[in-house]
């Protein structure tokens, strides 16, 4: 069924009064992903939706139609070089601490993990965000025990030697588990990242492809929260081609390569 | 038959071998143009650049890959980038997104033809190039329903004829013309 943007204004403003809150999420996108929930779940009209709304179960899994997972190891490649190349100049002696907000399926935990763990470093700590409570529940099956992940090798190949793949990822009913000697360098926490603020300034900030979730009103509030979250002389990282177009935030972060999302808070 | 004056921007799509029709067809077209030219062609998820380059070699129009959030501008001509779906937001913005693949590819041209439709409602025209699966069978419907002008290659001309006979089988396309014909009328209307 193709909903029209008066139906989606509607759906939007009921789910918010059941708690969902996507009035800042990027429109065509998040609008595909109710089409996609209609079409699998049969729901023929928009009537049919709201009442189902009655059901905190569906509006669960409401929630969980939009989270956008995304399985690939190392994307964008030079974004994770640079950070191998950081890693490695700042020593195995540093304490490393990481935050990735709107985590779905972890494969950048996997991919920080990876990094570490070929250089040989112990001394390091994520902290993640995922959307919704299911998620979170989920967290430590779907990261590391679910056996259910589909990775492409594509980018590991670009970055390591091939035959190191299976050093981290064993393969079960043709889908690769990851290794599960990381999960006590990993908390999770709840949280939407135009709301959260840990307070706490993390080294690296690695936010690639979440501000394509949300419409360019919520970037003022997502930037201030991330920058919030970097510490001085750390780095923000977003995916290729975002940018921080607030002139404000622009100033507070340098560039240490104009053709890389990274971003490092020098104010 | 087509209303020149009503169309606003123009979207094309096509899989990886319609790169050498656009390579025939974008050299052609006048140095400046008075509309957009959205393309979403299937492509490499890990190669990022290289396309655009390509394009911008045979042809004096300037290719560009959109950032996320970006405006459209008339007279650009916008390529969808490596692993984003590219779609058009109801105010006229360009939003990438990082979604599942569609039918097999991101981009998807279902997407960028689907959410252009919306957008340009009937001041759209959209053409559907050779391809190899049936990405921009959905986009064209779209584009149709919403009062669109749709035109295919024609299948006879294409190095694989799955997208545009997709199109075919789900809407009433207005036109099947040959590669030189569509840049014919690509002439015309910039």
């Given amino acids: ?267 | 038959m087509i209303n020149k004056n009503d169309i606003k921007a123009i979207v094309i799509g096509g899989s990886a071998g319609s790169l050498q029709v656009l390579n025939t067809i974008l050299p052609q077209l006048p140095s400046i143009t008075r509309l957009p030219i959205i393309i979403t062609v299937h492509r490499l998820k890990h190669v990022y650049s290289g396309m655009a380059e390509s394009l911008n070699a045979k042809s004096s129009l300037k290719i560009t890959e959109p950032n996320d959030k970006q405006i459209i501008t008339s007279g650009c001509i916008y390529l969808a980038p490596a692993n984003y779906h590219m779609g058009i937001e109801r105010n006229g913005t360009f939003s990438l997104s990082t979604e599942e693949l569609v039918l097999g590819s991101r981009p998807s041209i279902d997407i960028t033809l689907g959410t252009c439709a919306e957008y340009y409602k009937k001041n759209l025209l959209g053409i559907l190039l050779t391809g190899a699966n049936k990405d921009g069978g959905d986009g064209m419907r779209k584009i149709h329903n919403q009062g669109g002008y749709t035109v295919v290659q024609d299948p006879k001309t294409c190095m694989i004829d799955t997208m545009p006979r997709a199109a075919l089988a789900a809407t009433a396309v207005d036109e099947i013309l040959s590669i030189e014909e569509i840049t014919n009328l690509l002439k015309s209307i910039l």
Wanted: with cysteine; proline share 1%; hydrophobic share 35%.
């Fill in chain 1, 1 to 267: 069924m193709d909903l029209s943007y008066e139906s989606y204004d509607i759906i939007i403003k009921n789910l918010e009064h059941k708690g969902l809150d996507w009035h800042l999420k990027t429109e065509s996108v998040y609008k595909r992903r109710l089409e996609n929930l209609f079409k699998s779940k049969n729901i023929t009209s928009v009537d049919q939706f709201l009442k189902s709304l009655n059901s905190s179960h569906f509006i669960n899994e409401v929630a969980n139609a939009g989270v956008i997972e995304n399985t690939e190891l190392f994307r964008f490649p030079d974004t994770w070089n640079f950070l191998r190349s950081y890693f490695e100049a700042m020593g195995a002696s540093h304490n490393f601490s990481i935050y990735l907000p709107n985590c779905s399926t972890g494969e950048d935990i996997m991919s920080l993990a990876i990094i570490f763990d070929m250089l040989g470093f112990e001394n390091w700590h994520i902290h993640a965000d995922v959307e919704t409570e299911d998620y979170l529940k989920r967290a430590q099956k779907l990261f590391f025990d679910s056996g259910k992940l589909e990775l492409s090798t594509h980018n590991f190949n670009a970055m390591f030697d091939k035959n190191l793949f299976h050093r981290y990822f064993s393969l079960r009913d043709r889908n690769y588990c990851f290794m599960k000697n990381i999960e006590k360098k990993v908390t999770y926490s709840v949280g939407t990242v135009y709301r959260k603020n840990h307070n706490n300034a993390f080294e690296i900030v690695y936010a690639a492809n979440i501000l394509t979730k949300y419409k360019k009103e919520a970037h003022r509030n997502i930037l201030t929260n991330l920058y919030n979250n970097t510490a001085l002389q750390g780095y923000l990282i977003l995916g290729n081609l975002e940018t921080i177009s607030n002139s404000f935030y622009k100033s507070m972060f340098s560039t240490p390569d104009n053709n890389l999302p990274i971003y490092q808070k020098s104010k």
